[in-house]
């Protein structure tokens, strides 16, 4: 794998819309080639016995089973909206005849 070098630092920048003096481009062509050198290192792990993971840890959607239920407070529930006519809630109306 070949080098990051200044020009490509500078091509980068100019497509992100940055301004990047002297100092900066030699910080990011530094900085690029750790992470190129980290990447590399990784690559030479074998990974050929490790299934595919989303996420690091394990995580389980506790569900429950969907049971109808009788609620017998009706009343109770419609008193708490902030209007009724009969036994239901009284909504504006949204839609033109």
Known sequence: ????NK????????L?????N???INNHVEQLE????YIRQLEKIDTDDVPCTTRAIEVVNVL???EKKNYDCNEELLELG???EDKYFKVPKIINE
């Not at 750790?34 to 050198?37: A, G, P, Q, V």
């Open 34 to 37: 750790k992470i190129l050198d």
């Open 22 to 24: 002297e100092s900066e």
């Open 64 to 66: 429950r089973k969907d």
């Open 1 to 4: 794998m070949t080098k990051i």
């Open 7 to 14: 020009e490509e630092v500078k091509k980068v920048a100019h």
């Open 82 to 84: 902030p209007s009724r």
């Open 16 to 20: 992100a819309r940055l301004e990047l």
